[in-house]
């Protein structure tokens, strides 16, 4: 495989971090290359193949930066919050949406044959049946889903004018160390470590899909290896674990590997309810098909290594 050089999006978060490792492990003869908004990348200083550029990829003069030519790009970066506020709708749209465009932009001028997109679970959200397959209509019900399912969209029209292959991996929920102190397995496990006696969550019985960080980032790599070799167009794949997991049985789980017997309470804040708020369950029989992949971690092994590595 003629492989020289993977662009990383992203590459100073959470899960663009553990991408770049990936990527660089997986193809040591290749450069890869991460951008993101963050001064410095101290995980991927150590990488003798991974080079990292700082740049806010929303001012369109930076951008000059990234290097003219690549094989590969990996688009991690965006704004992944989910039930914004009202006010934040059409800058959310800009940052998934239009950012994504002005990648392809690049992607496309720089010569890459392949873009893979980090697209979202909540593409279906509102959809009531689950689990979720890739054909199943998506009408999202919310501004995240809806701003990744333009994206993919726009990805797909652009690879069958010929720009590029491109493909789009819809993610469940991502753990795992190093995941945002705003995520709910880190604040679940401050809650349970913390001297307060009662340790209190809002609905327990709500599901998702828990995919480990380490499992997502062998998947983008399995993606680079298959996919610049396979004969396709353009591809929406399930990226996860392909469970319902709901998040009384997370906090059970972290409950018992942490060994705390503090009480825990379960309640619905009224007036929280969302419509497109609905059950998460990804059906995963096409990406193992297409890429070969499975995840390797189970939840409880997934986040024992979270609690391990907590900070």
Request: glycine share 8%.
């Amino acid at each position: 495989m003629n492989l020289q050089n993977i662009l990383v999006t992203g590459a100073s978060g959470f899960i663009g971090s553990r991408v770049s490792q990936a990527l660089a492990s997986k193809f040591p003869d290749a450069s890869i290359i991460g951008i993101g908004r963050k001064e410095n990348a101290p995980t991927l200083s150590d990488l003798q193949n991974c080079e990292y550029i700082s740049c806010d990829l929303s001012n369109t003069e930076l951008m000059n930066r990234l290097p003219r030519q690549v094989d590969v790009v990996v688009h991690l970066a965006g704004d992944r919050r989910t039930f914004i506020k009202n006010d934040e709708y059409t800058r959310q749209m800009v940052s998934n949406t239009v950012m994504t465009s002005r990648i392809a932009d690049y992607a496309s001028s720089a010569g890459a044959r392949l873009f893979i997109y980090s697209s979202s679970v909540y593409v279906y959200s509102g959809n009531s049946t689950i689990p979720f397959k890739e054909d199943d209509l998506c009408i999202p019900g919310e501004n995240l889903g809806a701003t990744k399912l333009a994206s993919e969209s726009l990805l797909k029209a652009r690879a069958v004018s010929g720009q590029f292959k491109a493909a789009s991996f819809r993610m469940g929920t991502v753990y795992g160390p190093r995941s945002g102190a705003t995520q709910f397995i880190p604040q679940a496990i401050m809650k349970l470590k913390s001297p307060e006696p009662t340790a209190k969550f809002g609905a327990g019985n709500v599901k998702r899909d828990f995919i480990f960080i380490d499992d997502v980032a062998n998947a983008f790599a399995a993606a680079v290896s298959v996919l610049l070799e396979k004969d396709f167009t353009y591809e929406a794949l399930n990226l996860g674990a392909g469970k319902a997991v709901s998040i009384s049985e997370v906090v059970k789980v972290l409950s018992e590997e942490i060994g705390t017997g503090k009480k825990i309470e379960f309640s619905i804040p009224a007036g929280t309810g969302n419509k497109a708020d609905t059950d998460h369950q990804l059906d995963v029989t096409r990406i193992h098909s297409v890429l070969g992949w499975q995840p390797e971690y189970s939840l409880a092994d997934g986040l024992r290594q979270t609690i391990i590595n907590f900070s």
